[in-house]
């Protein structure tokens, strides 16, 4: 799923080719996409776009008028930038939007239709949108200690839970947990102050340095490549190769559609986290530290 670095380089490259351009047409591939009955998507036509900013992982179009388009890309969704009017591809295309200047077309991978594009009239509208997440960039260390300590959850969870902070979710929370030396399943009210002092700090140097390397990627071109596996990364999408701090093998955990990718080594003290599938089967010869699966490892 895009997440907050990979949606600001949507909106970048977007504000470059549409702001203060006209919304000539909006076309509709997959009809299942608009989840607002009213208005009607073609109220959009017609109208300059006059700003763009982020909502989470959502992007905001702001049109005259007070009108909204807001876009979910969801796990699969992408946006690619095409040459004016180009054809809404066949299978995985969702919409196109035409302005003077190209054709903005919404694409989505797989065969889950998730993302979403939703017409909202009024700001007081859109705000009912808004999951209500801290933004972590430009915030105070007493602003996210008291967002994170609001209610007990796993460090995980409170990372890419919307409702607790806006934009990050499975890929860069892995990234800033290792960076914070911190388990992914250690709980929000037993961190310590210089704990949560750390895990500030390593969630803003984070975005702001993926942020700063997919500009440097893209050179101003529109984004082609969003992915949630990116070379550079420290553990996310790893698995069992080499940490970049230590050189233990990147464990992980799944759960549901996601998982945890960490370093046994440098955010657990060394214990394997239980992966709840595999702990019921294997049960008692589930291995409770990297060097007791490493022993394993060679005996067979």
Known sequence: MPELPDIVLYLEALASRVLNQPLERVRIGNPFLVRTPTPPVSDAEGRRVVGLHRMGKRIVFVLEGDLFLVLHLMIGGRLRWRD?????????????????????????????????????????????????????????????????RAERHTLKRAL?????????????????????????????????????????????????????????????????????????????????????????????????????????TCQTGGKLLSDRALARLLKEDWPRTLDEMERRRTQR
């Open 160 to 264: 890419t839970d919307p409702h607790i902070f806006s934009g990050i979710g499975n890929a860069y929370s892995d990234e800033i947990l290792h960076a914070a030396r911190l388990s992914p399943m250690k709980l929000t009210d037993t961190l310590t102050d210089d704990e949560a002092e750390q895990l500030h700090a390593a969630t803003v140097d984070t975005l702001e340095t993926w942020i700063q390397r997919l500009r440097d990627e893209g050179a101003g071109r529109f984004p082609e490549k969003v992915t949630a596996f990116r070379k550079g990364m420290a553990v996310h999408g790893r698995y069992r190769e080499p940490c970049p701090v230590c050189g233990s093998p990147v464990q992980r955990i799944v759960y549901a559609r996601n998982e945890a990718n960490y370093c046994a």
């Open 84 to 148: 004016r009017g180009a054809a809404i591809p066949r299978k995985a295309g969702l919409a196109a939007f035409d302005f003077p200047t190209g054709t903005a077309l919404l694409t989505e991978a797989g065969s889950r239709r998730e993302a979403s594009l939703h017409v909202i009239q009024g700001s007081r509208n859109l705000q009912a949108l808004d999951p209500g997440g801290l933004e972590v960039l430009g915030s105070t260390l007493s602003e996210f200690a008291a967002q994170l």
